[in-house]
């Protein structure tokens, strides 16, 4: 069988979770391709570590599936878990185990485990691997769980909001970690799924995404059609700018001689329409990841 | 060559890699059979995709600017298409009929237009002489 033709890294389909009667994920609906990676965007408690947790079977869902390489996790959870690893957004550690002994400890749950990415990523983050746990600092406890979800090469990785919280230099490491050493080899067959709300350090790496809030879907694109299609135009009038509606225009704001509106497609027809009003000056720029984020939620 | 990516430009981001990889070729910033970057570490210094890198080489490999040496890398060819003169005119001429359509927009004029051209023609041609000198 192909890679093609192979179930998807993950399929959500229909999931919907509820505490008590608070709703959490209502209906979402998402598809992960082999080998991309993948960026589930929501401000706090848009539902984002609730779906990561449906993945992990570490909750029920209340409607709908989650497979992961084709197979339910609820159904197979020793091979689902085989085959993926997770860095969460809050990693805990037996306090009294050094570095050394946590690495060890977790390595003994895996049946491959690449000694030399570790060797690499314990000197790259300075780690000390006689220091016990307990006095990591929290950025130094994400990195010994980066190192934990690296070093068995699985083909999927779960990344549930690992930056916040971590200073500028940690998290640069983190994001070219999973770039060099979790992508190293085979990176048709690294899969990353990762939930931030940090959006703008992981824009390189996305190549599609799902923007949740109050726990739906509300949008799903490709990064680069996202910033092809979010344009932000900015034009200045010799007189005051014009009181038009624009087709397609998220946001129109207007300050005296100056318009500057955010289009969501047909940008190029909104340029044409006001280039014929004769503006001073007219430009267009993509919007970032985040600033589509934002504009989508505002 | 540092490679910038520009995430507001909204061109997709392996085509980015492609046309200043094509720049620099073009400019003598790169000289045949120079290497290029390998695209792990490319990818980490620019903070992007490995795929993204891994689709720009393709990509400029099917344009026929660079070739794949099994086992050594990436370098960059002699400038010579493997195209036909007929198809490479006709891309040209794609390229050209978008800037002639947006100088028509930006009110520049017919000759101004012409004038325009041979100056960046000769800025680029300045830069190679300037690349080939530093590198004689």
New interface residues.
Partial sequence: MSVSESPAAIEINGLTYNYGRAEAVHDLHITVRR?C?YGLFGRNGAGKTTTMKCLLNLLRPLNGSVRIFGLESARNEVEVKRRLAYVPDYVAFYPWMTVRETLDYLASFRAHWNSEIEKDLLERFRLDPSQRTSALSKGQRTQVALIAAVCPEPELLLLDEPTSGLDPIVR?EF??TV??AY??SD??KRTIFVSTHLIS?F?????EFTIMDRGKAVLTLG??QA??RY?KICARFPQQAPEIEFKGALQTRRNGRELELIANGGSAEILEQL?KMAPESLTS?????EEVFVATLK | MLLQ?N????K??YLQVVDQIKAAAASGAMQAGEPLPSI?PL??D???????I?KAYTELESQGVIETIPGKGCFLRPNNSPLKKEVRRKLLIDEIDQVVVQAH?LQVAPDEFLNLVRERLEVIEKKKRANEQENV
């Avoid at chain 1, 824009?203 to 190549?207: N, P, S, W």
């Avoid at chain 1, 720029?285 to 990841?289: I, P, V």
């Avoid at chain 2, 620019?46 to 993204?52: G, I, M, P, Q």
Wanted: aromatic letters at 2%; glycine letters at 10%.
């Fill in positions: 080998g990676c640069r994001i070219e770039i060099g992508q190293e990176p048709g350090e824009e390189g790496l996305i190549d990064a680069d910033r092809e344009q280039r720029e993509a919007l970032t990841l | 990516i995430y507001k430009s909204g997709p981001v792990r990818a980490e620019l903070r992007v995709n490995r795929n993204t891994a927009h």
